[in-house]
């Protein structure tokens, strides 16, 4: 429905959107993934699991079983698609649907912040569009009582880190959300550069 909606606007004649997005390290975000659809974060009620499917399998259990969830490229392909849009071949891992997302990225997104230089990404919003987020990196080093205590339970419960060989096997799984990732990220390092901020992660 996302990119629906961005044609839609776009084709009924209103004015251009401006489009910003965060991005993460493809394994983080799979572990984090795969451990917040079984446990939930801190938010009892809200976003608990309801996950029953070996719930308490671990993600090297998953990896050394070559479970479906854990192997099955068309489940691990993820950020590329959302950036591809609503083609078909969009969901299907590829050299096609990596280039239509890089493309998307050049035409329409004015930057992609990276969520591992969360505070560079913050900085940099606030020079591009400083209308919605002047102060925005003050806010985040002080929040209000409310916002502080709403973000220390947004973390995923029991969430393990995978062992080595696991997170070799799911990096090689996830070699062209990878590849999008590090273009993302190097887009990113260089409007930082432009704009004078931080240094570039290696």
């Excluded at 220390?152 to 990096?171: D, F, G, N, V, W």
């Amino acid at each position: 429905m996302y990119w629906l909606f961005i044609y839609c606007y776009f084709r009924l004649g209103a004015v251009p959107l401006v489009h910003i997005n965060i991005i993460r390290d493809p394994l983080t975000r799979f572990v984090s993934g795969y451990y917040f659809k079984r446990f939930g974060d801190g938010r009892e009620g809200q976003r608990s699991s309801k996950f029953r499917r070996d719930r308490f399998m671990t993600i090297d259990e998953c990896v050394e079983r070559n479970d479906d969830e854990c192997s099955n490229t068309k489940k691990l392909f993820y950020i590329v698609p959302f950036f591809c849009g609503q083609e078909q071949a969009c969901r299907e891992p590829g050299r096609w649907a990596v280039e239509k997302a890089k493309a998307t990225v050049r035409d329409k997104y004015l930057v992609i912040g990276i969520l591992e230089e969360y505070e560079d990404t913050l900085k940099v919003l606030e020079k591009l569009l400083p209308l919605h987020f002047r102060g925005i990196v003050d806010t985040m080093h002080n929040p209000d009582p409310e916002t502080k205590e709403k973000l220390q339970t947004m973390s995923t419960k029991h969430k393990a880190p995978p062992s080595e060989r696991t997170a070799r096997i799911l990096r090689f799984r996830l070699q062209l959300e990878y590849e999008f990732y590090y273009f993302v990220r190097d887009r990113f390092h260089r409007v930082k550069k432009e704009l004078g901020i931080g240094r570039e992660q290696k």
